[in-house]
């Protein structure tokens, strides 16, 4: 398997442009996770999908981020508008579902917002 | 929030052991301890998992306290490879659907020639 697959690898993009992230997990994984890492605030998760449905969305930090999985193969996470203060790495991961079960994280998606 | 506590930084030399130790004071019963790292600039990777007893993969040991107040993950050969931030996290449930994975700041583990 290829593991989670995520593009761009690096946008760079002006304050008010829309930005689109995309994610594929791993196939046969039922829970897609959006992360996202800032030397401030490290780590944070934003979202996170069951079988294509959004469970928790508690982190995403306002109305300007939506996400979406529309079949169980393809994930996005959306930014409109942009603003310099989202520049972060994105990472997308999957996982199945087991009392044990691991993530796998894509490779992220550094985003710079000019 | 975290429910973890982890020292920011620790070395260990080339070929020895790293025992990088976690508070998880509050755990629950049924919580399970997690290890991931994160080499630089590259996705979290995971480790290794456990939830009463002491677990041991290719990668390392997982050692939880009969209490599981605390535990410690071993790498026993460590290399330089094994350079990264160390995360322990402590997976929350929420009624049968995956719980949310809190991420610390971590151990920034450094292993030196």
């Known amino acids: 398997d290829a593991g989670v697959i995520q593009s761009p690898r690096h946008e760079v993009t002006e304050m008010g442009q829309e930005v689109t992230l995309r994610c594929k997990p791993i196939s046969g994984h039922d829970y897609l996770f959006w992360y996202r890492q800032t030397m401030m605030r490290g780590l944070e998760l934003l979202i996170y999908?069951?079988?294509?449905?959004?469970?928790?969305d508690s982190g995403m930090p306002e109305d300007r981020f939506s996400a979406k999985m529309p079949n169980a193969s393809f994930s996005t996470l959306k930014i409109q508008p942009s603003e310099p203060r989202d520049s972060a790495v994105y990472f997308c991961?999957?996982?199945?579902?087991?009392?044990?079960?691991?993530?796998?994280f894509g490779p992220g998606t550094r985003l710079t917002v000019t | 929030d975290a429910k973890t506590t982890q020292p920011p930084s620790m070395d260990c030399a080339e070929g020895r052991a790293a025992n990088l130790p976690c508070n998880h004071s509050?755990?629950?019963?049924?919580?399970?301890v997690y290890w991931y790292r994160q080499i630089h600039s590259q996705g979290p990777q995971y480790i290794i998992h456990g939830l009463k007893n002491n677990e041991t993969n290719e990668m390392a040991s997982l050692i939880i306290t009969e209490d599981r107040k605390s535990s410690t993950l071993i790498l026993p050969h460590a290399t330089l490879r094994d350079t990264a931030v160390y995360y322990c996290?402590?997976?929350?449930?929420?009624?049968?659907?995956?719980?949310?994975?809190?991420f610390g700041r971590g151990t920034q583990l450094t292993v030196w020639p």
């Open positions: 996290i402590v997976r929350v449930n929420r009624g049968s659907t995956l719980g949310r994975l809190y």
């Open positions: 999908f069951n079988n294509n449905v959004p469970i928790d």
């Open positions: 991961a999957s996982s199945s579902y087991s009392p044990g079960s691991e993530q796998y």
């Open positions: 509050t755990i629950s019963g049924n919580e399970y």
